[in-house]
Nanobody, 124 residues
């Protein structure tokens, strides 16, 4: 059974750093885009960063550009999102997601597999 499990969330002070992980298990078929999304209280879910399965294409939202790094381990089973210089507005539940059909990297509607999310709170 395909499953995505996020971890690494928590409380961080403004200006601090955090690395989120997403373990992918049970995926027997190829996947395409892998991405991080977040949803803050009272706001719509937004894409934060995405990477193609070949790692050739990488995208960051303007809100995190220069502060975030998306990466994957060599076994291609764990996705990471490193966030630096964190801001209050980074507070949200962060989700990882996967495309299992050929799609454009930013074809957000085709990210069909989702994790349960991990809470990130930026507060002094």
């Amino acid at each position: 059974q395909e499953q995505l499990v996020e971890s690494g969330g928590g409380l961080v002070k403004p200006g601090g750093s955090l690395t989120l992980s997403c373990d992918a298990t049970g995926f027997t078929k190829a996947y395409y885009g892998i991405a991080w999304f977040r949803q803050a209280p009272g706001k719509e879910r937004e894409a934060v960063s995405a990477m193609s399965s070949t790692e050739y294409s990488i995208w960051y939202a303007d809100s995190v550009k220069g502060r975030a790094t998306i990466s994957r381990d060599n076994a291609k089973t764990t996705l990471y999102l490193q966030m630096n210089t964190m801001r209050l507005e980074d507070t949200a539940v962060y989700y990882c997601a996967i495309q299992t059909l050929p799609s454009g990297l930013r074809d957000w509607d085709n990210y069909k597999y989702w994790g349960q999310g991990t809470q990130v709170t930026v507060s002094s």
